[in-house]
């Protein structure tokens, strides 16, 4: 099994600050890595697929990089509704996520 | 767009089974796409418990795969879940998702998820 390990587990940050998180994966996945994110009572929402690939429908303000065993997810701006929980998750093999990175509002 | 929708029990008894189903509303299950179950307990991660395709392929989690089972109905346009000899660690929110035919394996719709507490 490939296990995923992202960091830190939780933040704080202010509205306009530059957020980035990190996930780390066992062994070499390419850049079969997607990021989620999760609002409190929600479904996980997809953002970036193939690590740096942004969804439809998704800012601008997202992005994501890497690739191998170490990707970056970025939020160049933080806005008010992107106070949430983002889980990266590796589909090079049996689908596994991270433990999840909590963005609070410093 | 598609939209998925659990449904079943929100209580079920240890050592039970606990059975959901996903309607898929908006498009066909029969798309190139794995239909998936991922669950959630409460204040915890994401786990990805297996998957369906409509040719009623599938494939499990290996820590759960003796437990479970996943059935698909073409005809109703659903799949459902079956998860046997449960505890309270199989208290979680359930849901289910539509994942990519192949890599990079993202989901990308989900369920609402329903949640299904495991207790006597």
């Known amino acids: 099994d490939i296990q995923m390990t992202q960091s830190p587990s939780s933040l704080s940050a202010s509205v306009g600050d530059r957020v980035t998180i990190t996930c780390r994966a066992s062994?070499?996945?390419?850049?079969?890595l997607n990021w989620y994110q999760q609002r409190p009572g929600k479904a996980p929402k997809l953002l970036i697929y193939a690590a740096s690939s942004l969804q439809s429908g998704v800012p601008s303000r997202f992005s994501g990089s890497g690739s191998g065993t170490d990707f970056t997810l970025a939020i160049s701006s933080l806005q008010p509704e992107d106070f949430a929980t983002y889980y990266c998750q590796q589909g090079y093999s049996t689908p596994s996520f991270g433990g999840g990175t909590k963005v609070e509002i410093k | 767009q598609v939209q998925l929708q659990e449904s079943g029990p929100g209580l079920v008894k240890p050592s039970g089974t606990l059975s959901l189903t996903c309607a898929v509303s908006g498009g066909s299950i029969s798309s190139n796409n794995w239909w998936s179950w991922v669950r959630q307990p409460p204040g915890k991660g994401l786990e990805w418990i297996g998957e369906i395709y409509h040719s009623g392929s599938t494939n499990y989690n290996p820590s759960l795969k003796s437990r479970v089972t996943i059935s698909v109905d073409k005809s109703k346009n659903q799949f459902s879940l079956n998860l046997n000899s449960v505890t309270a660690a199989d208290t979680a929110m359930y849901y289910c998702a539509r994942k990519a035919w192949d890599r990079p394996n993202y989901f990308d719709s989900w369920g609402q998820g329903t949640l299904v507490t495991v207790s006597s």
């Open positions: 062994q070499t996945i390419s850049s079969y």
